[in-house]
């Protein structure tokens, strides 16, 4: 019986390859998303996923929105926690607003999210928590001292979460991508990109959203049992830990 897996923000960018690539791998997948239907209805229609909408910043929607995909496709057993949003400012022409958005979408998304599943994962002995962290939660960023903070507490959760899991058989791991061309980055002129972005990668390119979807493929897998509490750089050797 195939494993169910579940990846906000699954139906666009990074966890849209993630999506996809663990249906290729034999899992039944579910992607959530928080606002784009069009988009989403038509992830659907090409890649045969079923998308389910709900805000993972919110608890309550979180519980319901996972009952759903339960009814629908049984247990989860794979969780990739890829939800996230920027509000970028410098520090001091941030908002009490913008700071509260990410840190409840990109952190406590983190907590909505894993809290409902987690004593299931327990009573199964196995479980798969994968959070999509970022290079800039490991070495900050101007202008994103919120989005960095978020995703450097990402890291923090998963370490403790991880050591409270191992004992059930579930690993908890996090993967920290550099620039990586979805549609997002690739959105930033082209000047900026290759004067300014690609200059700082030694591998001299942007990484691919597939290059991120194989290492979630191989955490979620029984092959990486004994990973847990790890972190995987994949920023094209822009930084170093």
Same mark, same amino acid.
């Given at each position: 019986?195939?494993?169910?897996? +579940?990846?906000?923000?699954?139906?666009?960018?990074?966890?849209?390859?993630?999506?996809i690539a663990l249906k290729a791998a034999g899992y039944k997948v579910a992607a959530n998303y928080?606002?784009?239907?069009?988009?989403?209805?038509?992830?659907?229609?090409?890649?045969?996923?079923?998308?389910?909408?709900?805000?993972v910043s919110d608890y309550a929607e979180c519980t319901k929105g996972i009952s759903r995909v339960v009814d629908d496709l049984g247990p989860v057993e794979v969780l990739v926690n890829n939800a996230g949003i920027t509000r970028d400012a410098m520090f001091h022409k941030m908002t009490p607003e913008n700071w509260k958005a990410v840190i /409840?979408?990109?952190?406590?998304? +983190?907590?909505?999210?894993?809290?409902?599943?987690?004593?299931?994962?327990?009573?199964?002995?196995?479980?798969?928590?994968?959070?999509?962290?970022?290079?800039?939660?490991?070495?900050?960023?101007?202008?994103?001292?919120?989005?960095?903070?978020?995703?450097?507490? /990402?890291?923090?959760?998963?370490?403790a979460l991880a050591q409270e899991g191992a004992a059930k058989g579930i690993t908890v791991n996090a993967i920290c991508p550099g620039?990586?061309?979805?549609?997002?980055?690739?959105?930033?002129?082209e000047k900026v990109l290759t004067e300014r972005i690609i200059p700082q990668i030694p591998v001299?390119?942007?990484g691919e959203p597939d290059?991120?979807?194989?290492?979630?493929?191989? +955490?979620?897998? /029984?092959?990486?049992?004994?990973?847990?509490?790890?972190?995987?750089?994949?920023?094209?050797?822009?930084?170093?830990?």
């Open positions: 019986m195939s494993r169910v897996a +579940l990846v906000t923000g699954g139906s666009r960018g990074i966890g849209a390859a993630i999506s928080a606002g784009n239907d069009e988009k989403a209805q038509a992830f659907t229609e090409a890649t045969g996923i079923p998308t389910y909408k709900w805000d /409840d979408t990109n952190l406590s998304g +983190l907590f909505n999210m894993t809290h409902p599943i987690w004593t299931g994962m327990r009573d199964r002995n196995f479980g798969r928590v994968i959070n999509i962290s970022s290079i800039n939660g490991q070495k900050g960023q101007m202008g994103q001292v919120n989005y960095s903070a978020s995703k450097a507490g /990402d890291l923090g959760f998963t370490k620039y990586i061309g979805t549609e997002m980055v690739r959105a930033i002129p001299g390119r942007l290059e991120i979807a194989r290492i979630a493929v191989f +955490l979620a897998s /029984d092959d990486a049992g004994f990973i847990t509490g790890s972190t995987i750089s994949a920023n094209g050797g822009q930084f170093f830990v």
